[in-house]
């Protein structure tokens, strides 16, 4: 079994908070794999040392792992050719026993003998495995978080590489890259002793040659000083081509990052079976009340709708790349059932109509005495059950599922696919696909001198600009998740002097004064409402002046704050204290 290696961290790095997490972490988890590794069962070797010294030869007595048993595929490979044997005993048994009670109560007998001993044998055998099993789930965890220690190791010493996303996935599978490398360099340590043996003998080879080149380098000088320019100019030739070769690599591996690597007809397909279970639903609600019998109906409904780009992002980086139709049939499924709430309630009530009914009563004439029999109408009340039924469509919004369904890494990569559209704008137009994001906001925009003379709105502006062209990503509140709206802002005011945690636009609101349209200026909040089903603000920005304010839309964004879709959402600018 391999083993991870155990990281030392030095005492500089365990005082740092930034990787105090995953520094305990990475402990936490090398310990629970020794705790796994000493339960594997030992055994007695002997061992012969020779002294190199004298040449005396002794036997010791160490413990060396057992190796680990054979598995339950090795047993069913070997045990194939008897129990195929086994079986067509029983068929044939089966097959006569009709005829004859003592004969298929004796084989009943024995099959359920045989079954007991081969559950003995499994449980016997998954029993000695077990040491084994804890031991390689172990390793595995133990290699995960040496990985995020390295990684947050890296950042620490490389701020510049948490600049987006896409940077710090590069980043993480570069160290995975490396980490794989070291281990497999020291797994194969035996070979290199050998290796370095050989380069040893190989080094004083060249060391006589250098000697004879330089003795014949002094005869020949001005030949020699010809040679050396040529070959500094051939250098510098090489580094040129190498240098753009590498810039022209790494460009190519930010492409391939960022682009989604599914054909593009299980993609099509992906987006065209989940277009068909919303029509479906639509076609439900549509048909509501001609294929139900209540007495009255009442519907709220969310519209229905998605873009395709989010859902090809979130099953890119759900899936962890690569993937087909077949394979994300039930993703598709699970995602569906998360963006849709559909809630059906039917109240009963008991009401009360009026009927006339006819009825019989004596009556006596007053001057003969004679009785008769007449009919008459009258009105009474009679309750009935009404039936009143209450439709409810919520659509979640598929964008804001990534922090639900997945871990961290994951939502990064979704950022990178989303911000990127996967590098396939020709995917999805939207001629053909009206949902698709389109990116129309200003991504560069010349925030007036004037306003940057106040320094606390510079560092915010200079804050927020770090994260232009990150896309909105529901629930996310720092660079490597990316951000929602009030997560940007919180972390951008967080970031230049303020401490306020992180805060919804309603919190964002509450702890600002309020200020009027006219008296707003450069580092004000703006808030607007109803941009989404929530009572309150809905939606925050970072106020710029002349009518600009910088945000997290999709992505994040300048915007124009007087066009008619802001100027019907406008709720009130704020002042951070």
Not at 42 to 52: S, T
Not at 403 to 412: F, G, H, N, Q, T
Not at 491 to 515: E, F, K, Q
Request: net charge negative; glycine share 6%.
């Amino acid at each position: 079994m391999n083993k991870e290696p155990r990281l030392r961290f030095t005492e500089e790095e365990r005082a740092d908070p930034a990787l105090e997490k995953p520094i305990r972490k990475a402990d936490k988890a090398a310990a629970k794999a020794d705790q796994a590794q000493a339960k594997i069962p030992k055994k007695k070797v002997k061992r012969a040392e020779v002294d190199p010294e004298t040449g005396k030869v002794t036997t010791k007595l160490v413990l060396e792992d057992k190796k680990k048993p054979p598995s339950k595929l090795s047993h069913t490979l070997r045990d194939a050719p008897a129990n195929t044997v086994a079986g067509k005993i029983h068929q044939e048994i089966r097959e006569s026993e009709d005829d004859n009670v003592g004969v298929e109560s004796a084989h009943k007998s024995e099959e359920v003998v045989e079954t007991g001993a081969r559950l003995v044998r499994e449980g016997y055998r998954s029993h000695k495995l077990k040491p084994y099993r804890k031991a390689a789930q172990a390793e595995k965890r133990l290699e995960k978080a040496n990985i995020n220690a390295l990684y947050h190791k890296s950042l620490r010493e490389n701020p510049q590489l948490a600049s987006n996303p896409f940077s710090r996935w590069q980043q993480k599978r570069a160290i995975k890259k490396q980490y794989a490398a070291a281990k497999h360099a020291s797994q194969t340590a035996g070979t290199a002793t050998g290796a370095a043996q050989k380069a040893g003998r190989a080094a004083q080879t060249v060391k006589d040659k250098v000697k004879q080149t330089g003795a014949y380098v002094m005869r020949h000088k001005k030949g020699a000083g010809i040679v050396l320019v040529l070959f500094f100019m051939v250098c510098l030739l090489m580094n040129t081509i190498s240098s753009c070769s590498m810039m022209a690599q790494s460009i190519g591996s930010g492409v391939t990052g960022s682009t989604f690597p599914s054909r593009d007809e299980d993609m099509l397909g992906a987006e065209a079976a989940y277009a068909a279970k919303e029509a479906e639903l639509q076609n439900y609600l549509d048909s509501y009340e001609s294929t139900h019998d209540y007495d009255e109906y009442h519907f709220d409904l969310d519209e229905i709708g998605h873009d395709p780009y989010v859902l090809i992002s979130i099953l890119t980086a759900y899936h962890e790349g690569e993937w087909t139709l077949t394979e994300v049939q039930r993703t598709l499924d699970m995602l569906f059932e998360r963006q849709y709430i559909l809630t059906e309630e039917v109240v009963v009530e008991t009401r009360y109509r009026t009927e006339t009914r006819t009825g019989t009563r004596e009556v006596t004439d007053p001057e003969t005495g004679e009785t008769t029999t007449e009919e008459y109408d009258y009105e009474v009340e009679v309750p009935y059950d009404y039936y009143i039924c209450y439709v409810t469509l919520e659509n979640f919004d598929l964008s804001h599922l990534p922090v639900y369904i997945m871990d961290e890494d994951k939502v990064s990569m979704y950022a990178v696919y989303i911000a990127t559209q996967g590098n396939r704008p020709d995917l999805f137009p939207q001629s053909e696909y009206p949902n698709a994001a389109g990116r129309e906001d200003y991504l560069d925009y010349d925030v007036p001198p004037e306003a940057l003379e106040d320094e606390q709105f510079a560092a915010m502006l200079a804050e927020a600009e770090k994260y232009l062209g990150f896309p909105y990503v529901w629930g996310g509140s720092s660079p490597s998740t990316s951000f929602d709206c009030s997560g940007f802002v919180s972390w951008v005011i967080n970031h230049s002097g303020w401490d306020v945690g992180r805060l919804t636009a309603n919190g964002l609101l509450n702890i600002c004064t309020p200020v009027s349209s006219a008296n707003a200026r450069p580092g004000d909040l703006i808030f607007f409402q109803g941009t989404y089903d929530t009572a309150g603000a809905s939606h925050v920005g970072i106020y710029v002046g002349d009518g600009m304010m910088i945000h997290c839309g999709d992505p994040i964004s300048y915007a124009n704050i007087n066009t008619s879709y802001w100027q019907s959402h406008f709720y009130t600018f704020g002042r951070l204290p």
